[in-house]
């Protein structure tokens, strides 16, 4: 596995200042921000300049853009702003030849109107899921423009809750551009280990030939997230379940700062 690492956990609005921080750290792969580029994270115009930007500055410092990032909340009660953020996708989309990478990773969303990560009881409707249907629909004909690769990722906040919901989207899609990013503390709160290995084992291999990228926090005994390392997430069997369907790609920390970052790096380093 390559270890990477959300590029806007470290300071800059220029690539040519966080790649070198980056790699500082002991990561060589990143899943982009545009904020990192001075932008708003889904802006409205990406210049040609800028997106070429992040490819030089990665090759300069041997840098992996293993995805850029174009969250927004998919099935957002108000239908002007899912529609305000698939055209920002489709930005983002639009310039990631020329930022030198080919997966976009998603939020797949909530009714929440504040907050595209807390959950509402209205994600479970099967309003939501026509919703997101029709959303994941547009983003796809987006990816098929521009030869990219959409990734979901499965988060208990989020109308894709669960690895067998992520499952029926893409079976229910049918697209072989619509993937998942992986994130085993998404998936469970305070469990007891035995039950926390069962959750991760079984959702990698129901999701084992559709995950292109891995994700790498952690949780508290209480519920709350933190740094990769520090909770209770075991990572030796995240780690062994991932290695057993042969996925070699990107393993992404996020969720820390800029000081946490190389003994991140250490410790992730001594796991995979």
């Known amino acids: 596995m390559k270890l990477g690492i959300f590029a806007k956990t470290f300071e800059g609005n220029d690539p040519a200042l966080v790649f070198p921080a980056v790699c500082?750290?002991?990561f060589g792969v990143v899943q982009y921000n545009?904020?990192?580029?001075?932008?708003a994270s889904l802006p409205d115009e990406i210049s040609t300049e800028r997106a070429s930007a992040v490819r030089i500055s990665a090759q300069q410092f041997g840098v992996e853009i293993a995805a850029v990032s174009a969250t927004y909340n998919m099935i957002h009660p108000d239908l002007s702003v899912r529609q305000h953020g698939l055209r920002r996708l489709e930005v983002i989309a639009s310039r990631c030849a020329d930022m030198g990478t080919s997966l976009i990773t998603l939020c797949t969303g909530t009714r929440d109107t504040h907050d595209?990560?807390?959950?509402?009881?209205?994600?479970?409707?099967?309003?939501?899921w026509r919703d997101l249907r029709v959303a994941m629909e547009q983003a796809l004909a987006i990816a098929e423009r521009y030869q990219v690769t959409m990734g979901i990722e499965p988060e208990l906040a989020n109308v894709v809750n669960s690895a067998a919901k992520a499952r029926q989207l893409i079976d229910e899609m049918q697209s072989p551009r619509l993937k998942v990013?992986?994130?085993a503390a998404n998936l469970f709160e305070a469990v007891a280990v035995d039950e926390q290995k069962s959750i991760v084992a079984t959702s990698i291999d129901l999701l084992a030939e559709h995950i292109v990228m891995a994700h790498a926090k952690d949780r508290m005994p209480d519920?709350?997230?933190t740094v990769a390392g520090q909770g209770c997430l075991d990572y030796g069997h995240y780690i062994a379940c991932l290695k057993s369907i042969g996925f070699g790609g990107a393993l992404?920390?996020?969720g820390l700062t800029a000081p946490d970052a190389a003994g991140v790096a250490r410790f992730l380093t001594s796991i995979v």
Do not use: P, R
Not at 116 to 128: I, L, T, V, Y
């Open 24 to 26: 500082a750290s002991g």
């Open 34 to 39: 545009m904020a990192c580029s001075g932008l």
């Open 116 to 128: 595209q990560w807390k959950w509402h009881a209205g994600n479970a409707s099967a309003e939501s």
């Open 181 to 183: 990013i992986f994130d």
């Open 223 to 225: 519920g709350a997230f």
């Open 252 to 254: 992404v920390t996020h």
